[in-house]
């Protein structure tokens, strides 16, 4: 399987972080130091602008990174149990047990290293004796 982006993001200098959700997601920001900054592409590509001057710390994570690094910042958009709530992102590891096992069931269209993601997560909290989340 080849790398994937599952978090896009950077900090600029004064230690705003600016995250790109989706594609042509085009996030922006002026920096204390006066400069714009930018973030774009979310899981499909990574855009960025360049101050040589002034560069930003790259906080991107891929699908090649550790699994305790993935599920401290990859996001999963939830409508709520009954899909009439608000969106909300909720970060993997704050994912209740039930949550991630009725994805694994019921969203059959997820990419093939999202539905990974979830599994490893599974593995990751038995082999770590965590209880979860509940959300």
């Given at each position: 399987m080849s790398n994937k982006i599952l978090c896009n993001r950077?900090?600029?200098?004064?230690?705003?972080?600016?995250?790109?959700?989706?594609?042509?997601?085009?996030?922006?920001y002026i920096d204390a130091n006066g400069k714009e900054y930018m973030v774009d592409g979310g899981l499909d590509y990574l855009r960025r602008n360049v101050h040589d001057d002034a560069?930003?710390?790259?906080l991107s994570v891929s699908s090649s990174?550790?699994?305790?690094?993935?599920?401290?910042v990859f996001k999963w958009g939830t409508y709520g149990i009954d899909g009439k709530?608000?969106?909300?992102?909720?970060i993997l590891k704050d994912m209740s047990w039930d949550h991630i096992d009725a994805i694994l069931?019921?969203?059959?269209?997820l990419r093939d290293h999202i539905?990974?993601?979830?599994?490893?997560?599974?593995?990751?909290?038995?082999k770590n004796n965590e209880a979860g989340i509940f959300f």
């Open positions: 950077i900090k600029t200098p004064d230690g705003t972080i600016l995250e790109s959700m989706n594609r042509h997601d085009y996030v922006t560069p930003y710390t790259e990174d550790e699994h305790s690094v993935i599920r401290e709530q608000p969106l909300k992102y909720v069931k019921t969203q059959t269209h539905r990974q993601l979830f599994v490893n997560e599974l593995d990751y909290r038995s």
